[in-house]
DNA sequence: TATGAATGAGCGTTCATTCAT
DNA sequence: CATGAATGAACGCTCATTCAT
């Protein structure tokens, strides 16, 4: 690992221990062991740290979805996939989703670039769109569905972090939590 | 309004509107019209000030609920007036709202004493058994069942404060929002 | 002398012996004897010190002249009675007339705000150009006459700190080089 | 233009555009197209570099004086020849200029050799000394006539700075700022 | 000769908090 | 009760300089 990706990674563990403001970039330099310069050869300012980090875990993000969920599928089968594997990956990564989570309900998130905002966000609607056009789910505004399944995702996050459960159990509240969400949006 | 309440609106306004880090005592204390000092005289520090304005909201919000909701109803009838109540509370007054939804994930609600958590979560806990045994809504853990609906809330705040609606769309999406909830419980 | 003055005076010496660039705030506070702190509360950043502490030199140099110098003789009198007037000034007050050097030729002058720079030239403009209506200069544009006299007492000035001479002296150096600088406007 | 020179010049802009401390060594090297290090390479540190650019310029200076005035003449045409060439080399090289003065009303003058000092100094003077000897100028201390002279200069560059007049114009002005100088030494 | 990642001391500035009045 | 001048620790950030390549 590289010394960008250290600051990256101790710079993800200690925002979500501690928050953004809690959190010096001294001590994110000391805790990567890097000098306090360093960080910012690399990241121009605090901010730049928030942001590039943001999109650096949302890439990963990105990544393992589309490796996860097989896209010749019948649209239900395609949106449940999406929804599961979004689910699986927070689990797996809990600081990274938590942190997308720190980073959206932040000023910071003003920050992105909008094409950046849109383009992802495009991305999501469309597959909702889609999935309405296909009858799966119920006709009703795109961004209602997004935000509400948005919530429910970090709700049911929510709810398995607080209760350390094994992963069988896990796996079951999830299944279903999925198939409640399914009773609503179908 | 006494000085004490101006300050703790004026802080209302400004962490709402800027979080808290971004908001120095300063500057309440400037834009409550009071001198710097005055505002330390009420409260010993800004974790005082913040966990404060916190009670103070909840204590208005409990108030509403209790005055808006009819205890002499069937399970589900009352079930579902709170829930109402809730949201219409939290749409007449959204900064207090919003700022509900800061303070409890910010760092500074773990200053709470763990009694007032306790107290507070019991009385919606107990609530949702209520709902429970009386075959109202599905059998689940009572956790889950509260975490998914606080996160249901927010969800529905959230998409009704990025659309303006008028308040009668506002009412429709409230009311349709609450029956696929209700699909999903029941 | 409150706080604040004594924050100007030690800004002025540590300015005057080591420039701006290497004069750090803290320094400036340490040896007023004040903590940092103090320092931006009367002075929102260092450039508003600076800046302010020109203005309060060039005040105080203008109340000097305006004491010391007769309002009521010929043009040619008071033009003259002006100009050793600064130039006393300016060997009692050596910072202070250094520090306006300084200030006037560094890039901070670009702070003041054009109508105080505005109102500060019209002032001496309009006596040179009074004193060549009335005959006792040559006429020439006004601007290069105040820059060549500006040059010349700094000239001046800069000859006689070099040469720790007597009072007399002094004072026989400053009426020669008078006489010299009347030959050239006269 | 090797490395070396294309950091002279750089500096040199960047130098006068914003002075010695907004001046930061990585900025020369990027606008010079170089590496950070390469900078370092060439001069030991800062001070060296700006120390080096001075005598640079002096050097380039001398020889434009030594190549534009002619030696064998009175010694009034030589002094006012010479007097001459340095305003005119000021004026087609005033970058060049306003750094001498740059570097001379700055700390770092203090770092120039004393003997490097003394010498270029002891030329200036001697001329002076030999226009008094011949009678040419008036009789008075070397120095004075030296600063007097030097901020005279000073004082016509920062006028026709200000005034950015047409080429005739300035030929015209600085014609008759020498005949109003002579005036005054002669 | 040339590079540029890495350093860390030091800067200007903020702001929660205190306390004499 | 109320004030606001005073505090100083702590922050984000800069930049001259080094050094392995």
Redesign the pocket.
């Known amino acids: 690992m ?3 990706e250290i600051i990256l990674t101790t710079a993800l563990r200690l925002f979500v221990q501690n928050g953004f403001h809690a ?5 994110i330099a000391k805790e990567a062991g ?5 960080l ?3 990241y ?4 730049d740290l928030i942001v590039s980090l943001y999109l650096y875990i949302k890439s990963k993000m990105g990544a393992y979805i589309e490796e996860h969920v097989k896209p010749d599928t019948d649209a239900k089968t395609y949106f449940k996939g999406q929804f599961k594997a979004v689910l699986e990956w927070s689990m797996e990564n809990r600081d990274e989703f938590y942190y997308t989570q720190l980073f959206t309900n932040s000023p910071f998130a003003a920050l992105l670039s909008p094409e950046e905002v849109k383009k992802s966000l495009k991305k999501s609607c469309d597959q909702i769109q889609e999935a309405i056009d296909a009858g799966v789910i119920k006709a009703r505004d795109v961004d209602f569905i997004y935000t509400i399944m948005g919530s429910h995702i970090f709700g049911l996050y929510t709810y398995l972090i607080k209760n350390n459960f094994s992963k069988a159990k896990q796996q079951q509240v999830i299944q279903e939590s999925l198939d409640m969400l399914w009773g609503m949006l179908a």
């Open positions: 590289d010394k960008q959190t010096p970039t001294s001590k890097v000098a306090n310069g360093t910012f050869h690399y121009k300012t605090k901010e």
